[in-house]
């Protein structure tokens, strides 16, 4: 079966869209690589065909944009994010790129890049490469982004994986048989199977810097105002609204501005206004090409941070809490992923909010004190509420309704961790693994206009004309 460490479902990146823009991204990098090495000198010109869903909404995603700087060979995870404007004008003045970072071809991004309206048989994000030799020689290679920057060769093996684990996991319901064996947390059983990649100390390191990287990418939010990328008009809130919070400016150190806020009364109002406020300004960073955390989706991005900034400014978390709290939810993650779909083109909404909202709620709650099957229980009851949530972005932007989502989304899990406290686990009608197979099956039935198309649902009652994605 295949065995996904925490740090594929949790992964620095670039917004807006992780199966639309990193997934392409990845390809593009994974295309170059496996180009044999005696031709790359040689390559004359690069096509791109988009297909499905990727071509549906790949402009308002910024598809194309991934494309070109996976071509450049630079990484999402590494890039400069204040360099990307420039390097596509460039890409789009000069009628070139420089491929591998290096090779100087002609690339015309309105001509090399060809929107289809078919789909392709395996997935709906499908995107394929051609590239051309001086001698006339072409190499083509189909990839798939099935979801959370996850991509799929045309070809390539699928559910295997050559790594042993000690506790291995494919159900909510094995993973409480290892806790339970075990007699120990969700975040242990996680802990001892991510030794199998890495040293502890090397995971432990991982997961400060992807703790530190959704901080900041909150602060950098409740500082930025304007009017987001892409024609819809839509202005940045998240700075207006945490200087109105704290009755002032805004600190400009990440530390004293954690600080501020942890400092601030704790009444229920003010607390969810500061819940909705670290989510907001997640998901405009992520529209505006800025810097995030696949958690497990870009579109999905602020609810995970919003409710760990939530347990670390309200809830009294200690030093090094963050480490509990993204095991258990890059876990719970993996399971969804493995049992259903994290890919908005294959699952509507559900896949992305309802997802993050469930990951959210178990890791909250086994922070809080519950036990194992108390954490399992919030996941379900997160998902539970999120069934049937369509993916209907208007103008093909994850913009509206995607950014209030992860605000809903992250009160939805704090929410479902206070009920499965508050009940003993014996009680639940409802296991989170029969949630994940209503949730696969949901979508199964679900109508493609509501799959990230922008042809259904809100994307089709509002006209918009998005003249500028």
């Known amino acids: 079966m295949e065995r996904i460490s925490i740090f594929e479902m949790l992964k620095i990146g670039v917004g807006p869209s992780s199966s639309h823009t990193m997934g392409p991204w990845r390809a593009a990098q994974r295309f170059l690589d496996e180009l044999p090495a005696a031709g790359r000198d040689e390559v004359a010109r690069v096509k791109v065909d988009l297909f499905g869903s990727l071509a549906k909404t790949g402009r308002g995603h910024g598809t ?40 100087d071809i002609p690339f015309d991004p309105e001509t090399d890049i060809t929107f289809h309206d078919e789909q392709l048989p395996f997935h709906p994000n499908g995107v394929r490469f051609t590239a051309i030799f001086e001698d006339g020689r072409q190499l083509d290679a189909v990839f798939y982004s099935i979801g959370g920057g996850f991509i799929v060769k045309e070809g390539d093996a699928l559910g295997q994986s050559p790594i042993q684990l000690p506790h291995p ?85 990440v530390a004293e501005w954690a600080r501020a806020i942890k400092s601030q009364p704790r009444d229920f109002r003010r607390v969810l206004d500061w819940v909705s406020c670290f989510a907001l300004a997640v998901n405009e960073e992520n529209a505006a090409f800025g810097r995030i955390v696949t958690a497990p989706t870009n579109g999905a991005a602020g609810v995970i941070p919003a409710v760990l900034l939530y347990w670390e400014l309200f809830c009294d978390m200690p030093h090094d809490g963050h480490i509990q709290f993204l095991l258990t939810a890059g876990e719970i993650g993996c399971i969804f992923k493995k049992g259903a779909t994290i890919s908005a083109a294959l699952g509507g909404c559900q896949a992305e ?20 099957a108390q954490a399992i229980a919030a996941a379900e009851i997160a998902m539970e509420h999120h069934l049937g949530m369509t993916c209907d972005p208007i103008g093909g932007l994850v913009q509206i309704p995607c950014i209030e989502r992860n605000a809903m989304g992250a009160v939805k899990a704090i929410t479902a961790a206070q009920m499965a406290l508050q009940r003993d686990p014996s009680e639940a009608c409802v296991s989170l693994d029969a949630v994940i197979r209503t949730m696969w099956e949901t979508a199964k039935d679900m109508h493609a206009k509501y799959k990230e198309t922008s042809e259904g649902g809100l994307a089709l009652q509002i006209a918009v004309n998005v003249s500028e994605c």
């Open 169 to 253: 996991i494919d159900t909510a319901g094995e993973l409480l048989s290892h806790c339970k064996s075990k007699a120990c947390r969700i975040s242990d059983v996680v802990m001892q199977n991510e030794l199998c990649w890495q040293d502890e100390r090397a995971v432990r390191e991982q997961l400060a810097v992807i703790r530190d990287v959704m901080v900041q990418s909150v602060w950098r939010g409740c500082h930025k105002e304007g009017v987001l990328p892409g024609g819809l008009g839509v202005q940045r809130r998240a700075a207006g609204m945490a200087r109105e919070l704290l009755g002032g400016a805004v600190p400009t150190e």
């Open 64 to 103: 194309d944009i991934a494309l070109e700087l996976g071509l450049c060979g630079e990484c999402p995870e590494t890039i400069d994010v204040s360099s990307i404007d420039g390097q596509i004008r460039s890409i789009a003045t000069t009628k070139r790129i420089k491929l591998f970072g290096s090779r």
């Open 353 to 372: 909010i309802g997802v993050a909202s469930a990951m959210a709620a178990g890791a909250l709650t086994e922070c809080l004190g519950g036990c194992p």
